[in-house]
């Protein structure tokens, strides 16, 4: 069964102090790996695709890596304002239909 | 470039009510996706129309069903409301799977059933 499952839950980190969320997946023929971050109450904002295994993407603080078997989010000295949930989701086989994990809670304190 | 949006923000109905939400898509996108996003979940797939079709569904049962304009617009229809049904319903539309797939989100709706 395709799943994704992403850690931890949450996330608590000092302004500055660097660390990464995991999203593993289970899914036949990988046809992308997507990022997102989501404020409260509001829809998820697109991050990045990655496509295959030993790709790389970057943007601001963020960088996303993905494996065979998983992808992560490094956040480098990260800001308040980068505190969201970050939820992955991969589309199930031949269709647009998107899995998402539950996401990581990430709250970043000054 | 005129992102995607949803109307209305909230809405409160009563069990056993029906709903309709309504979605424009990103300016030069023809397929729309619908998800229910539970509180502190990841958003579910329901359905995608593609160019006015159905092109897939989630485990969602027939009481939910949608609907794709030419000018790729959609709505969600909800009948017979159940309580479990308050969530945030999320639209994205996107250029379909053979053309990178990356679906962009609606700020959502926020549907509470009492």
């Known amino acids: 069964e395709d799943q994704v499952t992403q850690s931890p839950e949450a996330l608590r980190l000092q302004e500055g102090e660097s660390s990464s969320l995991n999203c593993s997946y289970t899914v036949s023929g990988l046809r992308g790996l997507f990022w997102y971050r989501q404020d409260p109450g509001k829809g998820p904002e697109f991050l990045f695709t990655?496509?295959?295994a030993g790709e790389e993407k970057e943007k601001e603080r963020l960088k996303a890596t993905l494996t065979k078997k998983e992808s992560f989010l490094h956040i480098t000295a990260p800001k308040p304002e980068d505190s969201a949930t970050y939820l992955c989701?991969?589309?199930?086989?031949?269709?647009?239909?998107?899995?998402f994990g539950t996401g990581t809670r990430l709250q970043v304190f000054p | 470039e005129t992102g995607v949006t949803q109307s209305p923000t909230h809405l409160i109905k009563t069990r056993g009510q029906q709903v309709t939400l309504r979605c424009s898509s990103q300016?030069?996108?023809?397929?729309v996706s619908w998800y229910q996003q539970a509180l502190g979940q990841g958003p579910q797939f329901i359905f995608q129309y593609y160019r006015e079709e159905e092109n897939g569904r989630g485990n969602f049962p027939p009481r939910f069903s949608g609907l794709q304009f030419p000018n790729y617009s959609s709505e969600l229809n909800v009948n017979a409301l159940e309580l479990d049904d308050s969530a945030l319903y999320l639209c994205?539309?996107?250029?379909?799977?053979?053309?990178?797939?990356?679906?962009?989100f609606g700020p959502g709706t926020r549907l509470t059933v009492t």
């Open positions: 300016s030069g996108h023809n397929t």
């Open positions: 994205a539309s996107s250029l379909g799977y053979t053309q990178g797939g990356e679906q962009y």
């Open positions: 990655l496509y295959s």
């Open positions: 989701a991969v589309p199930v086989r031949n269709t647009d239909k998107l899995i």
